[in-house]
């Protein structure tokens, strides 16, 4: 039973050859699911008070200059940018925003005192994604100091 088994897999293996995709082409397809998910839905269907509102409106002028192409999807209850190696999380909270940004913390620990180390925590409350780094933000200016870690975590996602 074993030669059998053996002798089946050796043909088989010669028959069906293993299956290769090039990392772009995947990360590539992903992006057009995501595409087609982000047509689905509707950003005004989240719920932001005016002040959420105000500094989400200014973030994402400052990411569209950022990473034009992103795909931008409306969550359940948060607002994803997404390029094939980048993504960036806003969940609108009472008095802000709060960022999840697709960077590891020790890469982004000395750009601005408004970013934490998202693993240390279980999950963030209304998040879709995990780890990386977090911060809230409540004014234009923590926007402004956070957008360099947005911008190096888009350049790594940039150069694969």
Do not use: N
């Amino acid at each position: 039973m074993e030669e059998r088994t053996e002798r089946l897999c050796a043909e088989a293996l010669e028959i069906w050859p293993e299956l290769t995709v090039e990392r772009a082409w995947l990360a590539q397809a992903e992006l057009e699911v995501k595409r087609e998910l982000a047509e689905r839905r509707d950003i005004a269907d989240i719920k932001m008070t005016d002040d959420a509102k105000r500094l989400y409106e200014a973030l994402d002028r400052k990411l569209e200059a950022i990473c034009p192409d992103a795909v931008v999807i409306p969550e359940e209850r948060s607002i994803s940018y997404h390029d094939p190696d980048f993504s960036l999380e806003i969940i609108p909270r009472k008095y802000g925003l709060g960022v999840l940004i697709d960077l590891e913390f020790a890469r982004s620990a000395e750009i601005s005192e408004h970013l934490e180390d998202a693993t240390r925590w279980t999950f963030i409350v209304y998040a879709e994604y995990s780890g990386g780094t977090y911060c809230t933000v409540e004014t234009e200016e923590e926007i402004m100091s956070i957008l360099p870690a947005v911008r190096l975590a888009h350049a790594r996602g940039a150069a694969g």
